[in-house]
């Protein structure tokens, strides 16, 4: 079973906040879930791990699509803005 | 005559002889809806006053005579794909009442036809799960049998179509969410190839295996969809350029490949047998059935819920209380993220979130997501070995039909072992379609019929084929 310091430990770095049951629950969840992957260990070794399959290339130019023509509407939907910027709190 | 009850082509014919008007198909799907959605919950919201102004534009189109097979019909629209100005939440208290700033490709291509929107339909939260129990405003009930569920993560945009609430829907596909809830509420579902169809504002689950696809009616329907949405988009860089083609095949001289690992142990017994039947009806219509093994089957299921969660971590980061919807101002930034996440997302998305940020932590990484993508490559090349032998591949889409409301909600590792037959071609970037081919009692049952890329039209014709 997964600790409850480990849990917590993974709920830190992906920045979730958890009641204490639902980390007893993630422990018990988790561990099951994390118990069925071990059937991979049984899986043959494969090729390398390449980028993109040969038959099936999708390459492309390196250029960027501009989404400037919707930019006041996405900044419209963050919940605090000002003068046409996402505020966020002081970090230092 | 029953106007929700025709098909995209008999109401296009309809159009076309004046018999009725957009605005008139309109009133008849808003009154079903009022009238069923109450109890069956496929739409978050009806947007009712677009799709009346919608359906006018449409009638104007018409009556120059000048107009496609979509213009008009009416239609609805998974909650996770964009509609500018129109609610969309993914079915999360996250998004609650995060309004669409633009138009998803899908439904820019959808509007240019003349489509009309009634409606945005239930998902499972963030399109993570098989039911639609996973939803933040409740599970959708399945239009057959009101005690058992939608199946998800589509299961709106499938009961919609089933209950004739729509003439057809989008959904997305990820593991399944297409193809499952299709099977369950017995409507015909296509999962495109990875590619085919851009994603463009579809709130993303896991980018490497999400798609956009129909639900419909019948297999024209389905394919009238989904050549108006397929193509290149240059705002989604994995989009390709492609064009559905007729491609000519019957079924005689055809082989269709039975994989044996799909029908093993844990398969339901009056499921197999409705699938052997229809096997057996291509095969007395001249297919060649080939049987043929999948020998990576049985990590599928592992390695895909390895990969999924965790580029699902890595995409529910942007859920932070600044830039989109819920937001805990309290105390300093780290504890806006905290709080914000923690009480926006529900217990599904927080596990996946955990799962998919454990599989990438330091220590874990190659054990676990350097491993699935390891197995990826071997899944991949099953379905390549597989297809140089035979044309498409037929095997159930659930092992079971449509389960109990709350039957596997409480076990989540449980509730994943039932996508044991949609995730594979997912891992391969494969397309497939749920057919309905029989009933157990009131309870449909979807025959999975899988491609190689790209080749929708051979799927596509060879469903028609046994419909």
Redesign the interface.
């Known amino acids: 079973m997964i600790s409850k310091e480990e849990?917590e430990h993974?709920?830190k770095?992906?920045?979730?906040?958890?009641?204490e049951k639902?980390v007893e629950?993630?422990q018990k969840?988790?561990s099951?879930?994390?118990d069925?992957?071990n059937?991979?260990?049984r899986?043959?070794?494969?090729?390398k791990?390449?980028v993109a399959?040969a038959?099936?290339p999708?390459f492309?130019k390196d250029e960027v699509?501009s989404?400037y023509d919707?930019k006041d509407?996405?900044i419209?939907?963050?919940?605090?803005k000002k003068d046409g910027y996402?505020k966020?709190?002081?970090?230092l | 005559m029953d106007l929700t009850e025709l098909t995209i082509k008999q109401a296009h014919e309809g159009l076309k002889n004046k018999e009725f008007t957009s605005v008139d198909l309109v009133k008849a799907y808003l009154d079903n809806i009022k009238k069923n959605n109450g109890e069956l919950n496929a739409f978050l919201s009806v947007t009712e006053e677009l799709a009346l102004e919608m359906a006018e534009e449409a009638d104007r189109k018409i009556a120059t005579g000048n107009f496609g097979m979509l213009c008009g019909i009416p239609c609805a629209i998974k909650d996770a794909i964009l509609v500018e100005g129109q609610k969309c939440t993914a079915a999360s208290k996250i998004l609650e009442n995060y309004t669409a700033p633009y138009d998803a490709t899908v439904i820019k291509k959808l509007k240019a036809e003349g489509a009309v929107i009634l409606g945005k339909t239930n998902t499972d939260e963030f399109t993570m799960g098989a039911s639609t129990e996973n939803s933040a405003f409740g599970p959708t009930k399945n239009p057959n049998d009101k005690t058992r569920v939608a199946g998800g993560s589509s299961g709106g945009s499938a009961a919609a179509v089933s209950a004739n609430m729509a003439c057809y829907s989008l959904g997305s596909d990820t593991g399944g969410s297409i193809r499952q809830p299709a099977s369950f509420c017995g409507v015909v579902g296509l999962c495109p190839t990875y590619g085919a169809v851009s994603r463009y504002g579809l709130i993303p689950h896991a980018s490497s295996f999400d798609q956009i696809g129909p639900f419909a009616k019948n297999v024209e329907d389905a394919e009238t969809v989904f050549n108006a949405i397929c193509g290149k988009d240059p705002k989604d860089a994995t989009s390709a350029d492609y064009k559905l083609e007729d491609s000519g095949i019957k079924l005689k001289g055809l082989r269709i490949g039975v994989p044996k690992e799909y029908f093993a142990k844990g398969l339901n017994k009056e499921v197999e047998k409705i699938i052997r039947g229809a096997i057996k009806k291509a095969e007395d219509a001249g297919a060649e059935i080939v049987e043929i093994s999948l020998p990576t089957t049985e990590y599928a299921l592992a390695c895909y819920y390895i990969l999924v969660p965790s580029e699902a971590s890595a995409n529910l980061a942007r859920f932070d209380g600044i830039r989109y919807g819920l937001s805990k101002q309290d105390g300093n930034l780290l504890s806006v993220y905290l709080k914000s996440r923690g009480e926006g997302f529900g217990d599904e998305p927080k596990r996946r979130i955990m799962t998919g940020t454990y599989c990438l932590s330091s220590g874990y990484y190659d054990a676990y997501y350097k491993k699935a993508q390891e197995v990826r490559q071997l899944i991949g090349q099953d379905f390549t070995e597989a297809f140089e032998k035979v044309d498409v591949l037929f095997c159930p889409v659930s092992p079971f039909p449509a389960f109990k409301i709350g039957e596997k909600a409480d076990d989540p590792l449980s509730m994943y072992l039932s996508d044991i037959y949609t995730v594979a071609l997912k891992i391969a970037g494969l397309p497939g379609l749920s057919l309905p081919a029989g009933k157990i009692g009131n309870l449909p049952v979807g025959l999975q019929i899988i491609g190689n890329h790209f080749q929708e039209n051979k799927i596509l014709s060879v469903a028609e084929q046994i419909e």
Do not use: G, Q, W
Request: charged content about 25%; cysteine-free.
């Open positions: 849990v993974i709920a770095l992906a920045r979730l906040e958890l009641t639902e629950k993630m969840d988790l099951a879930i994390l069925y992957f059937l991979l260990k899986a043959p070794a494969s090729a791990v390449t399959e038959k099936n999708n492309r699509i989404s919707i509407k996405l419209a939907a963050a919940p605090d996402i966020v709190k002081a970090i």
